[in-house]
């Protein structure tokens, strides 16, 4: 995770799958979830504390990208704190 004003962007190694859990992670109502480099908005359920983001259905060669995929959390926030790495 790495997170800027407004967003969280969880970052994964290799594709997930249809579905990629998220723990302890809050969406607001009207927050958005996309994934950079592939256009519109993906859906999301809730399941306790868990995320769960839909994935598109994407075809061998048309991954945004090789190597790492980010998803863009807008509105989010922890439901717990998360530890900082040391200096």
């Given at each position: 995770?790495?997170?800027k004003?407004g967003a ?10 249809k ?34 983001v ?8 048309q ?6 995929y ?14 900082q790495?040391?200096?």
């Open positions: 995770f790495t997170r004003p969280i962007y969880a970052i994964t190694t290799g594709w997930p799958g579905r990629f859990v998220l723990r302890n992670i809050q969406m607001p109502s009207k927050g958005r979830v996309t994934l950079l480099g592939w256009a519109g908005e993906l859906k999301v359920r809730r399941k306790g504390a868990d995320l769960i839909l994935m598109p259905d994407i075809l061998p060669g991954e945004p990208c090789q190597h790492a980010t998803l863009k959390l807008e509105g989010a926030e922890f439901t717990q704190p998360r530890t790495a040391k200096k």
